[in-house]
């Protein structure tokens, strides 16, 4: 098993910046691609971005791309969402996640953290 434990989420104005983080722990040598997703009230868990550990490609949401940045510190076991120029459509609870898979993208996660808040305020 693995767990992930999300920290950093907070209050932030709209146009500034918040980073998240997200520590694994467990079998983390199986873990290849690490990844965030985020929940708004009222509606579904969407996709974020994601991650692979050993060759560090990367892929985005397009509702976010230019704007987040995934990376990923393997001596750590911990990956990070940078959010520049935050907007209120960011206000969610924020999720990371990962898989044994090493393919990128939205499907097929097997662990999960509980989630921190984010909220952007205009």
């Known amino acids: 098993q693995v767990q992930m434990v999300e920290s950093g989420g907070g209050l932030v104005q709209a146009g500034g910046s918040l980073r998240l983080s997200c520590a694994a722990s467990?079998?983390?040598?199986?873990?290849?691609?690490m990844a965030w997703f985020r929940q708004a009230p009222g509606k579904a868990r969407e996709y974020v971005a994601s991650?692979?550990?050993?060759?560090?490609?990367?892929n985005y949401a397009d509702s976010v791309e230019g704007r987040f940045t995934i990376s990923v510190d393997n001596a750590k076991n911990s990956v990070y969402l940078q959010m520049n120029d935050v907007k209120s459509e960011d206000t969610a609870v924020y999720f990371c996640?990962?898989?044994?898979?090493?393919?990128?993208?939205?499907?097929?996660?097997?662990?999960w953290g509980q989630g921190t808040q984010v909220t952007v305020s205009s």
């Open positions: 996640a990962s898989k044994r898979s090493f393919t990128l993208g939205q499907t097929a996660y097997e662990y």
């Open positions: 467990g079998r983390t040598g199986n873990v290849f691609t």
């Open positions: 991650t692979n550990r050993m060759v560090g490609g990367t």
